[in-house]
């Protein structure tokens, strides 16, 4: 009988080379049904009227404010997109899974025209009450509601652990689709290498389902695309002051950072 080239040969009576096979195939089908094939299960509509104190509740030991850390990504999201971009009071800006809008708020006003995306429509509704002059669309989970090439600066901060593994491929594909050429696309994620991440992430609700993915797992789908212009780890420290952002910025390569980005620039 002709073996197939992915099979494994064995002597005869290597009972514990079976064994051992049985074993990795096990672990193998249980990690694709617990991870690989996972679906989205949180209705983050539930969430409209207390996403921020759901979010604070979760980070409470910190001793920092959720908005503390909000508004810390933003600036580095603007700084970013200044240090590559070359006037950001003109750039046409997507932020994809925007949530109620709470970054929106604190970088709308240094981009041109600001666009977001989200699948769930009372926190888009919530969104537009926050920031009147976003534009905000609803999302089917599939394909970004966008002609290619739209949008100069593409930013997503803390979605993609929400979505399934077997989708972060097509979400990058669509963040590389509606960015212009020249344009720049981002990716802000939790790190699951710091225990503190990973212990706000287990106390809050509706990161039930979240999959943590490493900062090498976006630089990867990142590098099928995009030419990687910056990748680094952040919030070492929670609180800031000129000498803390030194410290922070030199601390970017160790991988103890809370969270993490990868920058890519669309050629």
């Not at 617990?34 to 001793?63: C, H, P, W």
């Not at 800006?93 to 429509?121: K, N, P, Q, R, W």
Request: positive net charge; contains cysteine.
């Amino acid at each position: 009988m002709q073996r197939s080239h992915n099979q494994v040969p064995f002597e005869k009576g290597d009972k514990g080379g079976r064994k051992k096979l049985a074993k990795k195939r096990s672990f193998a089908r249980q990690y694709y049904i617990t991870y690989i094939n996972k679906t989205m299960s949180i209705d983050f509509n539930a969430y409209k009227d207390n996403y921020l104190e759901e979010v604070q509740r979760s980070i409470a030991f910190i001793g920092k404010s959720a908005d503390y850390f909000i508004k810390m990504k933003a600036q580095f999201l603007v700084n970013l997109a200044q240090r590559y971009l070359d006037d950001t009071s003109i750039l046409n800006a997507l932020d994809v899974g925007c949530g109620i809008g709470l970054t929106d708020s604190y970088v709308i006003s240094s981009f041109g025209e600001l666009h977001a995306i989200d699948i769930a429509e009372d926190l888009l509704r919530k969104a537009a009450q926050n920031n009147s002059s976003a534009h905000y669309h609803i999302y089917n989970g599939n394909v970004f509601p966008f002609p290619d090439n739209t949008f100069d600066l593409v930013f997503t901060i803390g979605v993609m652990h929400h979505i399934p593994p077997v989708d972060w491929e097509n979400f990058v594909q669509e963040m590389y689709r509606v960015t212009k050429k020249g344009g720049i696309a981002i990716v802000f994620e939790h790190n699951p290498y710091n225990p503190l991440t990973r212990l706000a992430v287990k106390r809050c609700k509706f990161d039930a389902d979240a999959v943590l993915l490493r900062k090498n797992t976006v630089k990867k789908l990142f590098n099928r695309r995009l030419l990687l212009l910056e990748q680094g780890y952040l919030f070492f420290f929670p609180f800031c002051n000129t000498m803390i952002s030194c410290l922070e910025n030199k601390l970017k390569w160790l991988p103890l950072g809370a969270q993490y980005y990868v920058a890519g620039k669309k050629m």
